[in-house]
């Protein structure tokens, strides 16, 4: 039985892509093989946002030659952001590689594996939604992002955004939660940019209550949000949708509003700090999370103090730093010289990480002897897996029969990246709102309906 193996790296776009990928290939007949080296098909899903995920791809291709030589039957494909619209130089420099895809490109992949067992593809590429997904599942909702931040190189790879028809991906999610999954995530580059390229212009608030209607499907999550897109009304959805779950992801990357500029993020600090404000006290139950750069381009000392402030004001739940890695072909790389070694950039990092590691202690202690509702989702480590409404990890111990289920958990320790529990009430699978629950949300959405989203 010929067998494939996919390899991925970078955001949880990325996963998605992959798990449709699988589906299509295991359409085609092949088994999942854990090995690349014994595997029939190889597929690298790629991302090369910090040059470290790209070193990562670059060293497997290079493993992956001697194989291609002495089995030059084996098909290699390489997709995601490390594709670019051409791909001369990428096929001069590993030309051991069969098929390159960019992002969202499943076709030529599976077209690839098709020919190598000697099939045809028609059939596999019509439906790519995983046949057995798990607990939790990711749904892309728009592709592609408009915003051209001077660090980023997504819009040259994933190109500008497209949004997905609501009937299309509320027909997805419904097929998922039928397959057993209980929480999505709705995924997108920008994803509160969704529907703006639609017509009729819909939103993520509309989109949120569409598939808050959706029997099975116990929680919703979204990511990744822009502070300029965020708007009241998709905050006020969060508020108001029981099964929204309160939690936001709110990428910052800079605290000082002259590196924020030369960013071209769209905002200023105190613009950020009024959006957080909002979303506090409209959601007060929310855990938010954040994104941040450290060493950008001609980033000063207080420049990079005026961040640590920030998140000191803020007290994230947590913070996802990262060292500015120049991508060639961006803005920044083009315009702005990278003038801070990479021993500064460590430090600044580790300066981040000890502060906020501070923080997440002193935040998930005081949860200690709380009840919450927990997702369980998975085993790792010989202990159940599961999450909070507000996406905290606890551990728990119990039986794999309550994987699926939501359990009522009582928190005995934390520590800055994780909650243990002990389960007060037995696992319940997820049921559709009772009508009263429904009544009120569409009573309190009415009052934030079109032609709100109408406007820019």
């Not at 979303?279 to 207080?302: H, K, N, Q, Y």
Request: glycine content about 6%; charged content about 25%; proline content about 5%.
């Amino acid at each position: 039985m010929a067998t494939y193996n996919l390899w991925t790296v970078g955001c949880q776009m990325n996963k998605a892509d992959s798990d449709r990928l699988a589906s299509g290939l295991e359409k085609l007949g092949l088994l999942s093989c854990d090995v690349p080296e014994d595997s029939d098909v190889v597929v690298l899903n790629t991302c090369v946002v910090r040059q470290s995920a790209e070193d990562t791809a670059t060293g497997l291709l290079g493993r992956l030659k001697p194989i291609k030589m002495a089995h030059p039957n084996r098909t290699i494909a390489v997709m995601g952001c490390m594709v670019g619209p051409t791909q001369d130089k990428l096929r001069r420099r590993f030309p051991h590689v069969d098929v390159w895809a960019r992002p969202q490109q499943f076709e030529p992949v599976i077209q690839a594996a098709a020919a190598r067992i000697g099939l045809d593809a028609e059939g596999c590429l019509d439906s790519l939604v995983p046949k057995q997904p798990g607990v939790t599942a990711f749904v892309p909702i728009v592709h592609g992002c408009d915003k051209f931040c001077t660090f980023c190189i997504i819009p040259y790879r994933r190109g500008r955004e497209t949004s997905r028809s609501t009937d299309e991906i509320v027909r997805e999610t419904a097929l998922l939660a039928q397959r057993g999954v209980r929480e999505v995530t709705l995924l997108g580059q920008n994803v509160d940019s969704y529907g703006q390229d639609l017509s009729p212009r819909r939103d993520l608030a509309d989109l949120l209550y569409e598939v808050h209607a959706i029997e099975g499907l116990e929680r919703i999550r979204f990511l990744t949000s822009h502070p300029n897109d965020m708007s009241s009304r998709i905050i006020r959805a969060v508020a108001d949708l029981p099964k929204v779950c309160e939690s936001v992801n709110l990428p910052v990357q800079a605290g000082d509003d002259a590196i924020l500029a030369d960013m071209k993020r769209g905002y200023t600090r105190r613009q950020y700090l009024d959006k957080v404000k909002e979303i506090r006290e409209t959601i007060p139950a929310v855990t938010m999370t954040t994104d941040l750069i450290v060493g950008f381009p001609g980033e000063s000392r207080e420049q990079f103090r005026r961040s640590l402030e920030l998140l000191q004001e803020v007290r994230f739940d947590k913070v996802h730093a990262a060292a500015y890695s120049e991508r060639p072909g961006t803005l920044a790389s083009r315009r702005l010289p990278d003038t801070l070694d990479r021993t500064e950039k460590k430090g600044r990092l580790a300066e981040v990480s000890r502060m906020q590691e501070q923080i997440q202690n002193g935040m998930n202690k005081r949860l200690a002897g709380q009840k919450f509702e927990v997702l369980v989702d998975n085993r790792t480590r010989g202990r159940l897996q599961g999450r909070t409404r507000g996406d905290k990890i606890v551990y728990l111990q119990g039986e794999d029969s309550m994987i699926g289920q939501t359990v009522t958990v009582r928190i005995t320790d934390a520590t800055p990246w994780s909650l243990r529990g002990e389960v007060q009430e037995a696992g319940k699978t997820a049921a559709p709102p009772d009508q009263e629950t429904n009544r009120q949300a569409a009573h309190n959405w009415d009052q934030h309906k079109l032609p709100a989203a109408s406007t820019p």
